[in-house]
């Protein structure tokens, strides 16, 4: 396998030099902004509920030592020595181009159905703007005679909904009752749509130089928000509680393989390792920036932000339940459930519930754009670099190449915002997420510890740091990884076989 051709050879042969990091900072805060997304507030922390509490923290920390920090460092240090995004950096070996590839794919199909999770929470957002929430009573258009308010457990009563239900499901989605049945398109779902793409072109409008400058915010500002709203709920009755309740260990879910493969999969959501990012923001570099100190930082604040979010969503539970006499085990969901039914229906009941949910969506909204910018940066860069000579060749004709990616985005997106698009939207994230991710990380610790060379690769590392990663990554990068992530998948095929019987 040829060496992997470095950042100063790039510059030498390549007229149209590739944009870099106005600052070390710009990168950092990126790489936080995209990791610190969506996934830990509402993926998180019914994971950690679901998984044994506070027992669910050694399983996660185990996989984020020995699979999430060496994948994340090896990544970052192999898009920082070549420079190029996921799809040309394999020009070292092209028989990997076809990962490469695959990287794109995964991040793309994640930037599509995440553009439309944004927009509903746009939605959310200026619906919040009135004296009175909208999804505070059964007395709308969109609701049903099924419909109560304070009915004990009624999140998993077949027979009755809570208002943040219908209003969920009936006003914004308009869902019905099946992919086979496309429905109309949601014309203010359109129009967030639209305004998500729009923000998104904007930002990327001169790619990294753009966004280097928005990332400030983007990565800094939903730190206040988790921290208002986690001093509100713990003012509330039953606050205290539900943090107790989702750390509380219980230890013998240790012994389940389910929990381990959960802990696993939640470092690829979390850090975005194997989806193309690491390696685009990475190529920004100054090719001498020190990649072990960010390999062992952002991983970090990732977790603990995974963490805080978790105290946040739990402490707003147990003030639901203490406020609807219910067990927390039956309010919490994962996913959209979590962040578009309960968290709103536990707003809905506080003292000023439009300004906590205003609040609560405008940071939702910003940490949905933080990871959507570098999803959306990826495709756009890969693309850019395998055709350096024609959209590259002039400022107005990379930002017209910009436009037409984003314009083609939103008309993809429109199938996900019809009656139908939920059921749309969870068919695209079940087929990049998890399994797919895994076998990537399998397929990479392949290629660049066996086949170009874990001497190879610690030279390079070498090369712009000014010292050799320790046994510790190396051991984990060629050996301990790559096992692990092995053992993942055929768990994965364990789990899809037993649901086939």
Same mark, same amino acid.
């Given at each position: 396998?040829?060496?992997?051709?470095?950042?100063?050879?790039?510059?030498?042969n390549?007229?149209?030099?590739?944009?870099?990091?106005?600052?070390?900072?710009?990168?950092?805060?990126? *790489?936080?902004?995209?990791a610190?997304?969506?996934g830990?507030v509402?993926?998180?922390?019914y994971?950690?509920?679901?998984?044994?509490?506070?027992?669910?923290?050694?399983?996660? &920390?185990? %996989?984020?030592?020995?699979?999430?920090?060496?994948l994340?460092? %090896?990544?970052?240090?192999?898009?920082?020595?070549?420079?190029?995004?996921?799809? !040309?950096?394999?020009? *070292?070996?092209?028989?990997?181009k076809?990962l490469?590839?695959?990287?794109?794919?995964?991040?793309?199909?994640?930037?599509?159905?995440? @553009?439309?999770?944004?927009?509903?929470?746009?939605?959310?957002?200026?619906?919040?703007?009135?004296?009175?929430?909208?999804?505070?009573? *059964?007395?709308?258009?969109?609701?049903?005679?099924y *419909?109560l308010? #304070?009915?004990?457990?009624?999140?998993?009563?077949?027979?009755?909904?809570?208002?943040?239900?219908?209003?969920?499901?009936?006003?914004?989605?308009?869902?019905?009752?099946?992919?086979? #049945?496309?429905?109309?398109?949601?014309?203010?779902?359109v129009?967030?749509?639209?305004?998500?793409?729009?923000? &998104?072109?904007?930002?990327?409008?001169?790619?990294?130089?753009?966004?280097?400058?928005?990332?400030?915010?983007?990565?800094?500002?939903?730190?206040?928000?988790?921290?208002?709203?986690?001093?509100?709920?713990?003012m509330?009755?039953?606050?205290?509680?539900?943090?107790?309740?989702?750390? &509380?260990?219980?230890?013998?879910?240790?012994?389940?393989?389910?929990?381990?493969?959960?802990?696993?999969?939640?470092?690829?959501?979390?850090? =975005?390792?194997?989806?193309?990012?690491?390696? &685009?923001? !990475?190529?920004?570099?100054?090719? /001498?920036?020190?990649i072990?100190?960010?390999?062992?930082?952002?991983?970090?604040? /990732?977790?603990?932000?995974?963490?805080?979010?978790?105290?946040? +969503?739990?402490a707003?539970?147990?003030? %639901?339940?203490?406020? #609807? /006499?219910?067990?927390?085990?039956?309010?919490?969901?994962?996913?959209?459930?979590?962040?578009?039914?309960?968290?709103?229906?536990?707003?809905?009941?506080?003292?000023?519930?439009?300004?906590?949910?205003?609040?609560?969506?405008?940071?939702? @909204?910003?940490?949905?754009?933080? !990871?959507?910018?570098?999803?959306?940066?990826?495709?756009?860069?890969?693309?850019?670099d395998?055709?350096?000579?024609?959209?590259?060749?002039?400022a107005a004709?990379?930002i017209i190449?910009?436009? +037409?990616?984003s314009?083609?985005?939103?008309?993809?997106?429109?199938?996900?915002?019809? =009656?139908?698009?939920?059921?749309?939207?969870?068919?695209?994230?079940?087929?990049?997420?998890?399994?797919?991710?895994?076998?990537?990380?399998?397929?990479?610790?392949?290629?660049?510890?066996?086949?170009?060379? @874990?001497?190879?690769f @610690?030279?390079?590392?070498?090369?712009m740091?000014?010292?050799?990663?320790?046994?510790?990554?190396?051991?984990?990068?060629?050996?301990? !990884?790559?096992?692990?992530?092995?053992?993942?998948?055929?768990?994965?095929q364990?789990?899809? %076989?037993?649901?086939?019987?």
């Amino acid at each position: 396998m040829p060496e992997v051709e470095n950042k100063a050879d790039i510059k030498e042969n390549d007229q149209q030099a590739r944009p870099e990091w106005g600052s070390k900072w710009e990168f950092m805060f990126t *790489c936080v902004a995209y990791a610190v997304g969506l996934g830990n507030v509402w993926r998180f922390p019914y994971l950690a509920y679901k998984n044994g509490g506070g027992a669910f923290l050694i399983p996660y &920390t185990v %996989m984020l030592l020995f699979v999430g920090m060496p994948l994340f460092y %090896m990544e970052i240090a192999f898009g920082q020595y070549a420079s190029l995004s996921p799809v !040309s950096i394999w020009k *070292c070996s092209p028989i990997f181009k076809g990962l490469g590839m695959a990287l794109v794919y995964i991040e793309g199909s994640i930037a599509l159905y995440y @553009s439309v999770i944004i927009a509903y929470i746009m939605h959310f957002l200026f619906a919040s703007m009135r004296s009175e929430v909208p999804w505070a009573n *059964c007395d709308n258009d969109w609701n049903t005679e099924y *419909c109560l308010v #304070n009915h004990t457990g009624v999140l998993n009563n077949e027979t009755a909904y809570t208002p943040s239900q219908e209003y969920f499901y009936n006003e914004v989605l308009n869902i019905t009752d099946g992919i086979d #049945n496309i429905g109309g398109i949601q014309p203010k779902l359109v129009a967030a749509l639209a305004g998500v793409w729009l923000i &998104t072109f904007l930002v990327l409008l001169k790619g990294v130089g753009s966004l280097g400058k928005v990332v400030y915010f983007v990565a800094i500002f939903p730190y206040f928000m988790l921290t208002a709203l986690l001093v509100n709920t713990l003012m509330l009755e039953g606050g205290v509680d539900g943090i107790i309740y989702l750390f &509380t260990p219980k230890w013998d879910y240790l012994l389940k393989v389910q929990v381990w493969r959960d802990a696993a999969v939640q470092i690829f959501y979390s850090l =975005g390792c194997c989806a193309g990012g690491l390696i &685009t923001m !990475s190529s920004f570099n100054n090719f /001498n920036n020190n990649i072990r100190r960010d390999a062992l930082l952002i991983p970090i604040i /990732n977790g603990a932000t995974s963490v805080y979010a978790a105290c946040v +969503i739990f402490a707003a539970l147990g003030f %639901m339940a203490a406020e #609807n /006499n219910a067990r927390i085990e039956d309010i919490a969901e994962q996913g959209p459930g979590l962040v578009f039914v309960v968290y709103p229906e536990a707003i809905s009941k506080m003292p000023l519930p439009s300004l906590w949910a205003i609040l609560f969506f405008f940071m939702m @909204s910003i940490l949905g754009f933080g !990871s959507q910018f570098s999803h959306v940066e990826t495709v756009i860069s890969s693309i850019i670099d395998e055709f350096p000579g024609v959209l590259r060749a002039s400022a107005a004709r990379t930002i017209i190449f910009r436009a +037409i990616i984003s314009a083609a985005y939103f008309l993809a997106a429109l199938f996900m915002v019809t =009656g139908a698009g939920m059921y749309i939207l969870n068919l695209v994230d079940a087929s990049v997420g998890g399994l797919p991710l895994v076998i990537v990380g399998i397929v990479e610790c392949i290629a660049l510890q066996w086949v170009y060379g @874990s001497r190879n690769f @610690s030279e390079n590392i070498e090369d712009m740091i000014g010292i050799k990663p320790a046994l510790y990554w190396r051991l984990c990068w060629k050996f301990i !990884s790559p096992v692990v992530l092995i053992v993942s998948k055929y768990l994965f095929q364990l789990k899809f %076989m037993l649901f086939m019987l």
